[in-house]
């Protein structure tokens, strides 16, 4: 079994940041990608940010340039600074991890959400 936890959400008004940090702790042999996702109210979820094992990123067109998906290997840990924030990034935020745990199988976890809200 394998856990995400999510924290660092929040009200912020439009122009601020905020960093979001997701632990993943359990049976953890590897990860291979981490990723973050939003569901905005009444929308599905869409991919935010993903950041593979050899260090590749991805990001949504809306969140480039305002967005950094970092890692910590060591402590499992994904990160997703987020600066310049608009009203159009509230939403909750899913971490997503992939990997195989110590019985090597492969796992698909998800986090339990953090809700950003940001005002005009």
């Known amino acids: 079994q394998v856990q995400l936890v999510e924290s660092g959400g929040g009200l912020v008004q439009a122009g601020g940041s905020l960093r979001l940090t997701c632990a993943a702790s359990?049976?953890?042999?590897?990860?291979?990608?981490m990723d973050w996702y939003r569901q905005a109210s009444g929308k599905p979820r869409e991919l935010v940010a993903d950041?593979?094992?050899?260090?590749?990123?991805t990001y949504a067109d809306s969140v480039k340039g305002r967005f950094t998906i970092s890692r910590d290997n060591a402590k499992n840990t994904v990160y997703l600074q987020m600066n310049n924030l608009k009203p159009e990034d509230t939403g909750v935020y899913y971490c997503?991890?992939?990997?195989?745990?110590?019985?090597?199988?492969?796992?698909?976890?998800w986090g339990q959400g953090t809700q950003v809200t940001v005002s005009s």
């Open positions: 950041l593979t094992g050899g260090g590749s990123t």
């Open positions: 359990g049976s953890i042999f590897n990860i291979a990608t």
């Open positions: 997503n991890a992939q990997g195989r745990t110590t019985g090597f199988a492969t796992f698909n976890s």
